[in-house]
């Protein structure tokens, strides 16, 4: 069976572990634990041809002050960006992460703008109309509260990561 | 001046063209030689290139052993039967030695864990792991073993990814590619804390330690060899695994090199990776090879107990097949027969003419077995069963005065009866009206007997009645008169009567004639005077002058007694008033007076040793006659009738 290592980065309590925990183990809190360093899941994505384990490196929040251990994204197939659309500067902080990330390495990054169960923030459609666009390979919204987009996030991953060498 | 030397370097232009020339281009021709010879020169040393290579370097058996697993599996599959034509005669031994393996195997795990669980140093063991917070299979290898490598990692450096592993016990493997993505991590980690300024110095993690592991690595170009390993290991274990790992890399540099997530090109590496499983037995462990008494005492303690129930059950077993197989009997159906609670419970219907139910079980030899019956009752309808009823009727007859059934059984389809009758009784057949039996059902076997039922006693004092006509009865009282004879008659037939009657009541009334005695006067006044007389020849003799008794006349004197005794009980029969005379006397010689007090002191003598003997004193009187001629020195008797001289004096007195 095939492996993909796929890293999820994202500023601080955007909800990466949470749509991580959603995905693997099916589950949601809301109580928020901050995670330090790394934490490393899997799980197997069926295709319709083959199966793709997923590796998933759920990588601590990064914020505009600090970068991200660089070895981390080290022969990942798809990197993850994930932002709260209840909070603008978790997507300026995304896009940051996103430049340095192409800097280090060509992968393709797919955007996802998770609480989508939030409202937005005041001009957050024209902020991401404006800025985001070419960087990324696939923009998804999700919530892992409410289990929405979740499943379709990691299908799309495991199919990009297959077409990515 | 010119010089005419060639030039170096032309002239090793002129050996090049040469070389080109013999050798051809690019030695083209000595390549052509070789490459139509290849097939001879590798054939002649193909063998020993490979031997020399794997004793260099073991890689061939390595590169070739999944090559040949290949061929063979495809062999295999193409040419099953073949397959099976010649593995079939070989199958069997090796089950058979698979299964003693297993059981030797498997009786010496049972007698470790047994030893390391019922004796003192498992007890202390399973006391330390519990307290050490270590389960305590673990806890005993690490007893057990110096160390053991439990598991083997293979990674892929640059994705972090787990390309191969294999595990020593299947049941504690981990989840390798999350430990092999957290191990990078953590490299990296520590990699980057511990930053070198010489940046082709890179930081690797070499050993992970925690309390029941160590986690050597290994680190390769591409890849890395992770070992988990318990116990204190050796050095020689870090050359082990890096001498595999340096073997992958050079197998498998290019899969290595290319690894886009697809592991499948590293399944082939589990043989590398198996020879990193090593592991080494305490000494004290292996030395001790002892035969395992404590397993081959619990399976035979197991086998007794299985065996032990196993023939109860058994016997149980045949103890039922026994009772299902008895002959049917008569009026008894069996319903069920089975075992319940170590007894056996039977079930059955029984007519109650039939014998009894733990009578014909006992047919079946059942000793010492519980058994149970559930009776039901019910009418059978079997032939002998009907026979049967009649004497069972018969038997039931109420009882009849004077009539005994001693035996009542079935004979030649009639009822053969044999009965005690007395006389009096009622006929057998009357009796026997009540059973609605006909008499030639029957057949009556009577004997006559005295019957002493008292129901019967009216009839017999009726016959008595008859007997004595010279009686009058009424209401079970005889009265009138009978002889004497005749009435000690019907005495004793009356005393043959049961002791319910009162005998006394019944004959009171009858009176006795009186009856003429014999002359008993006459013969007791002969008796009396024979007595007499006998008393009166008696005398007693004393010495002269003397009134003592002598030792004879004493002994005599205890006759006279009993004399004097007869005389006086004939007497008194005889209404006669008697006096008894005691006379003494003495010889002529001396006084007179003296003869008279010593024959009187010679009769008071006799008189005292008769009263001592019993006499009554007041019939006798001593009397002292003197002297007398003849009948001297002696004592004489003289009875004498009081009555009859009264009577005399009397008659004497009237005639006056």
Partial sequence: MIQKKVCIFGASAVGKTSLVNRYVAGIFNDKYLTSIGVKIDKKIVKLNDNNVQLMLWDIEGIDRYSGFNRKFIRGASVAIVVVDQSRIQSFQDGLEITRMLKQEQEIPVILVINKSDLPPADAWHSILENESPSLFEAQLQTSAKQNTGVDNLFFDVAKISLNHT | ?656
């Fill in chain 2, 1 to 656: 001046m010119e010089s005419n030397n060639p030039s170096p370097l032309s002239e090793s232009q002129e050996l090049a063209d040469f070389r080109q020339i013999i050798l051809g281009k690019n030695n083209q021709r000595i390549r052509d030689v070789v490459e139509e010879d290849a097939r001879k020169i590798v054939s002649k040393v193909l063998t020993e290139a490979l031997h020399d290579r794997q004793n260099t370097d073991g890689t061939v058996s390595q590169v070739l052993a999944p090559l040949i697993e290949k061929a063979v599996e495809k062999s295999v599959l193409e040419k099953k039967d073949l397959f099976i034509g010649y593995l079939y005669p070989l199958v069997g031994g090796l089950i058979r030695k698979a299964v003693s393996a297993f059981i030797t195997g498997f009786m010496e795990q049972t007698n470790l864990l047994l030893e390391s669980s019922f004796t003192i140093k498992g007890l202390q063991w399973r006391f330390r792991a519990w307290r050490t917070g270590v389960p305590y299979a673990q806890y005993v290898i690490r007893q057990t073993f110096v160390f053991r490598v439990e598991q083997i990692l293979l990674i892929h450096n640059e994705t972090s990814m787990l390309l191969n592993t294999v595990v020593r016990d299947k049941t504690q493997a981990t989840d390798g590619d999350t430990v092999s993505a957290m191990l990078s991590a953590i490299n990296d980690f520590v990699s980057d804390s511990f930053y070198s300024a010489n940046k082709d110095n890179k930081q690797f993690l070499d050993e992970i330690k925690t309390d029941d592991f160590t986690l050597l690595i290994k680190q390769g170009p591409q890849a890395m060899l992770v070992a988990a390993i318990t116990g204190n290991y050796p050095a020689a274990i870090g050359e082990s695994l890096q001498l595999s790992l340096e073997t992958i890399h050079k197998i498998y540099g290019a899969e290595l090199d290319q690894f886009d997530g697809d592991a499948l090109p590293f399944v082939n590496t589990e043989q590398q990776l198996n020879d990193c499983l090593l592991a080494q037995q305490k000494e004290s462990i292996t030395l001790k090879k002892k035969k395992p008494w404590m397993a081959i005492a619990l399976f035979m303690a197991f086998f007794f107990v299985i065996g032990y129930f196993t023939l109860l059950q058994w016997q149980l077993n045949s103890k039922i097949q026994r009772i299902n197989s008895l002959v049917n009997t008569p009026g008894i159906v069996l319903l069920n027969v089975d075992a319940c609670n170590n007894k056996i419970c039977i079930e059955l219907l029984r007519d109650p003419l039939a014998q009894p139910a733990a009578k014909w079980i006992e047919h079946a030899k059942l000793a010492g077995t519980e058994i149970n019956i559930m009776e039901r009752p019910y009418r059978s309808l079997d032939p002998v069963l009907i026979k049967e009823s009649k004497v069972h009727k018969i038997k039931a007859l109420p009882a009849s005065p004077g009539i005994v059934l001693l035996d009542a059984e079935l004979c030649d389809d009639k009822v053969c009866i044999t009965i005690l009758r007395d006389p009096l009784a009622e006929p057998a057949l009357s009796w026997l009206k009540g059973t609605k039996l006909s008499a030639t059902e029957l057949v009556i076997n009577e004997r006559v007997y005295r019957s002493l039922d008292a129901q019967l006693t009216p009839l017999r004092l009726s016959l008595l009645a008859v007997q004595f006509p010279e009686l009058t009865y009424i209401n079970h009282v005889f009265s009138g008169q009978l002889s004497q004879e005749k009435f000690r008659q019907l005495k004793h037939l009356v005393a043959a009567l049961p002791d319910e009657i009162n005998l006394k009541s019944i004959i009171s009334k009858v009176k006795v004639f009186p009856t003429l005695l014999p002359s008993k006067v006459k013969i007791n006044r002969a008796l009396l005077t024979q007595s007499i007389n006998k008393l009166e020849n008696t005398a007693i003799i004393f010495n002269q002058n003397e009134s003592q008794l002598s030792g004879f006349s004493l002994n005599k004197l205890t006759l006279v007694s009993q004399n004097v005794f007869e005389i006086l009980n004939l007497s008194e029969q005889l209404n006669s008033n008697i006096k008894i005379l005691i006379l003494g006397a003495s010889s002529p010689k001396g006084s007179k007076v003296h003869n008279r007090q010593l024959s009187l002191a010679r009769a008071q003598s006799v008189k005292t040793n008769l009263i001592s003997n019993k006499v009554d004193a007041e019939v006798m009187e001593a009397l002292g006659l003197g002297s007398l001629d003849k009948k001297d020195r002696r004592v004489m008797f003289s009875v004498v009738n009081i009555s009859a001289a009264k009577t005399a004096l009397d008659l004497e007195h009237t005639n006056q």
